[in-house]
């Protein structure tokens, strides 16, 4: 039987996003993105609905979330869906799904803060070899 678990997003990133380290020293980076889908209703009324993504991002594509990615920014986001699931201290299952992201692509040119204290471009021990987006 095939399968197939393929997810594409495009979207603003919510917040600035966080990396941290498994115990085995893997970089990890989780961050938001907003999907607003827009219509018109059929008696011409103008709505909106905005769709909430987890992205999770793993190793040196991690890294680069982590120095480039900014809340306000347009990305493009492909990956997998991931159930977690674990048992929380009042004894209820939870639940959380995740976009495990394969490829993180910029569609914008400069960060939408116009904060001048952060920047867009990578560090300078990343080439433009090293980014894959």
């Given at each position: 039987?095939?399968s197939l678990?393929?997810v594409?997003?495009?979207?603003?990133v919510?917040?600035d996003?966080?990396m941290?380290?498994?115990p085995?020293?893997?970089p990890?980076?989780?961050?938001?993105?907003?999907?607003?889908r827009?219509?018109?209703?059929?008696?011409?009324?103008?709505k909106e609905?905005t769709e909430?993504?987890?992205v999770?991002?793993?190793n040196?594509l991690?890294e680069q979330?982590n120095?480039?990615?900014a809340?306000?920014?347009?990305v493009?986001v492909?990956?997998?869906?991931?159930?977690?699931?674990?048992?929380?201290q009042?004894?209820q299952?939870?639940?959380?799904?995740?976009?495990?992201?394969?490829?993180?692509?910029l569609?914008?040119?400069?960060?939408?803060?116009a904060?001048?204290?952060s920047?867009a471009?990578?560090?300078g021990?990343?080439?433009?070899?090293?980014?894959?987006?």
């Amino acid at each position: 039987m095939v399968s197939l678990n393929k997810v594409m997003i495009i979207g603003n990133v919510g917040g600035d996003p966080e990396m941290r380290f498994t115990p085995s020293g893997h970089p990890v980076t989780s961050f938001r993105v907003a999907a607003t889908r827009r219509w018109d209703s059929p008696d011409g009324e103008r709505k909106e609905e905005t769709e909430w993504f987890s992205v999770v991002a793993w190793n040196k594509l991690a890294e680069q979330c982590n120095q480039l990615l900014a809340k306000g920014r347009l990305v493009y986001v492909e990956g997998r869906l991931q159930t977690r699931t674990w048992d929380g201290q009042d004894g209820q299952k939870h639940y959380k799904t995740e976009v495990i992201a394969s490829t993180v692509n910029l569609l914008d040119k400069k960060p939408a803060a116009a904060d001048e204290t952060s920047s867009a471009e990578p560090a300078g021990d990343i080439t433009p070899e090293d980014i894959p987006f």
